[in-house]
């Protein structure tokens, strides 16, 4: 049985940090393309970033792009998200989630196969 899960979220004052972690099991990690999205109040889940299934690449919504970093540890199957310089429009659920390799679109979340259930995070102005 495949499982992501999500730790690390909480609240922060605006500009601050915090490093969410999505540990999974019940795969061969090294074989997905791990991807994180968000999902505030109200709003449609959207796609935030991306890393390939080697860590070799990696792609970055603009709303996001030099601020947070994704990395990942295929050793300890797990992804992690940095994310610098919060902002309270990030207060949102951060979801990850697993896409087999070189197979649909890495921007869909309707082509990934597993999903963690999800961490809060809020941003306090």
């Known amino acids: 049985q495949v499982q992501l899960v999500e730790s690390g979220g909480g609240l922060v004052q605006t500009g601050g940090s915090l490093r969410l972690s999505c540990a999974a099991s019940g795969l061969t990690f090294g074989r997905y393309t791990m991807g994180w999205f968000r999902q505030a109040p109200g709003t449609e889940r959207e796609w935030i970033v991306v890393?390939?299934?080697?860590?070799?690449?990696?792609y970055y919504a603009d709303s996001v792009k030099g601020r947070f970093t994704i990395s990942r540890d295929n050793a300890k199957n797990t992804v992690y998200l940095q994310m610098n310089s919060l902002k309270p429009e990030d207060t949102a659920v951060y979801y990850c989630?697993?896409?087999?390799?070189?197979?649909?679109?890495?921007?869909?979340?309707?082509?990934?196969?597993?999903w963690g259930q999800g961490t809060q995070v809020t941003v306090s102005s």
């Open positions: 890393i390939s299934s080697s860590g070799s690449n990696t």
């Open positions: 989630a697993a896409k087999v390799a070189y197979s649909g679109s890495s921007y869909r979340q309707e082509d990934y196969n597993y």
